[in-house]
């Protein structure tokens, strides 16, 4: 697992309360990790303190996996 | 009451708006920050206060990060100025500048300070909206138009951030001795004090106090709510 990985994962565990076993690289956050769309919003303010960059809204409404955050923040991220 | 809490009120400098910050003070607020298109306008006993120029026509261009750096508790949405004309003769630009200032500021402002109640899960906004956005009133379309919209969007917002102890309620005064009715002539004062069943005037403090009662533990079961601080002008 990468290292970019490794720390979304810990952002989404930290979030969501929810088990690290569970996550899989393509659960979507509200539909398979119970989130609701403030959390997906939450998400991504987490996501941005702990890479610092900003992610914009038009980015930010289509990071609905954890794959998807990880694509997004391997290329847009310091 | 308000220990360690951090406040920002728009209009900081108008009658209701200094008495919302006198009394937040005198209640152990941490820090006040305001708002104010005239730092002029600042009189001495506000020093207290911090006060930031904004032109809330243009809030959309300004950088709020960089004007409030801080973290806020209770948001007070009170700026607000109206430009009065019968409907037929009120010029597109006074329409369009009263929804400007008194409700699309508002969707700014508030875009950044929910940022920052969400993360920590606690925010009391409070707008302060008027009765006429209830009843009515001649001459003021824009004016009752921008305030009776509040009423939707406090309602939305409550809805949407309730799960994360953000309050959003709305004060809707009635006659205020302010200076928006020092405007009105004694014709005018006599003909409102006689729709009025406590026979007075509100005064500043009363909305103030009403405020601080929304933003304090009192009230920490109430969200989407307007409470009307009348005087019995109009039962609601």
């Known amino acids: 697992m990468s290292d970019i990985e490794e720390r979304v994962k810990k952002i989404v565990v930290e979030h969501l309360g929810v088990e690290e076993a569970k996550i899989q690289s393509d659960s979507k956050f509200i539909d398979d990790l119970g989130a609701d769309s403030l959390d997906t919003v939450e998400l991504v303010m987490a996501f941005e303190e702990e890479f610092g960059c ?8 289509k990071i609905v996996t ?3 955050a990880v694509t997004y923040l ?3 991220s310091n | 009451m308000f220990k360690d809490k951090n406040l920002l009120v728009t209009g900081g400098t108008g009658s ?3 008495s919302i910050c006198n009394y937040f003070n005198n209640n152990g607020c941490k820090d006040i920050y305001s708002t104010t298109t005239n730092l002029n306008k600042v009189r001495d006993d506000q020093a207290y206060i911090k006060f930031k120029e904004i032109n809330l026509n243009n809030i959309e261009n300004i950088n709020l990060d960089e004007l409030f750096d801080i973290d806020i508790d209770f948001l007070v949405l009170n700026a607000g100025l109206n430009k009065d004309n019968i409907f037929l003769r009120m010029s597109s630009e006074d329409w369009n500048s009263v929804i400007n200032v008194n409700l699309n500021s508002s969707f700014h402002l508030l875009k950044y300070c929910v940022k920052k109640m969400v993360k920590k899960k606690f925010g009391r906004i409070v707008f302060i909206s008027s009765v006429v956005a209830y009843t009515g009133n001649p001459g003021q379309a824009n004016y009752t138009a921008s305030k009776a919209a509040i009423s939707g969007l406090v309602k939305s917002l409550a809805l949407e951030l309730s799960s994360r102890n953000i309050t959003v309620n709305s004060i809707a005064p009635g006659f205020i001795s302010s200076n928006m009715t020092d405007k009105l002539n004694d014709d005018q004062k006599n003909a409102i004090l006689g729709r009025i069943p406590m026979k007075k005037l509100g005064n500043s403090d009363d909305i103030a ?5 929304l933003c304090s533990e009192n009230a920490n079961y109430i969200t989407g709510q307007t409470l009307h601080v009348n005087g019995g002008l109009a039962l609601i």
Do not use: M, Q, R, T
């Not at chain 1, 900003?54 to 409404?61: F, Q, T, V």
């Not at chain 2, 106090?209 to 009662?213: E, L, M, R, S, W």
């Open chain 1, 54 to 61: 900003e992610i914009p809204d038009d980015a930010a409404e």
């Open chain 1, 66 to 68: 954890l794959k998807d």
């Open chain 1, 74 to 76: 391997s290329a847009n």
């Open chain 2, 16 to 18: 209701i708006g200094s």
């Open chain 2, 209 to 213: 106090k009403a405020v601080g009662f």
